[in-house]
């Protein structure tokens, strides 16, 4: 079992700048891919980004140049700094962590833009 702790979120202005960050324990050397997802309300969860434990990246288009994804393997923690944030970066944003035979989901933190 994989247990994921997100923190970070909150009510930023358009235009402001927040870090989330999602400490992994308990099975954490069987983890490999670790990310984040999101889920507006009223809409489906999407991908924002995700990365490899030796470093590849994938972003989804809406955040590309604006947010940027790393990861401390020695902490077992993911990070998520988000720039530039706009009115549509309103949603719940969930940390995900995969191994090679489930993905496990944390509990999500909220991030508010307002404009």
């Known amino acids: 079992q994989v247990q994921l702790v997100e923190s970070g979120g909150g009510l930023v202005q358009a235009g402001g700048s927040l870090r989330l960050s999602c400490a992994a324990s308990?099975?954490?050397?069987?983890?490999?891919?670790m990310g984040w997802y999101r889920q507006a309300p009223g809409k489906e969860s999407e991908l924002v980004a995700v990365?490899?434990?030796?470093?590849?990246?994938n972003y989804a288009d809406s955040v590309k140049d604006r947010f940027t994804i790393s990861r401390d393997n020695a902490k077992n923690t993911v990070y998520l700094q988000m720039n530039s944030l706009e009115s549509e970066d309103t949603a719940v944003y969930y940390c995900?962590?995969?191994?090679?035979?489930?993905?496990?989901w944390g509990q999500g933190t909220q991030v508010t833009v307002s404009s």
């Open positions: 990365i490899s434990t030796g470093g590849t990246t």
């Open positions: 308990g099975s954490i050397f069987s983890i490999n891919t």
């Open positions: 995900i962590a995969e191994t090679n035979w489930r993905r496990y």
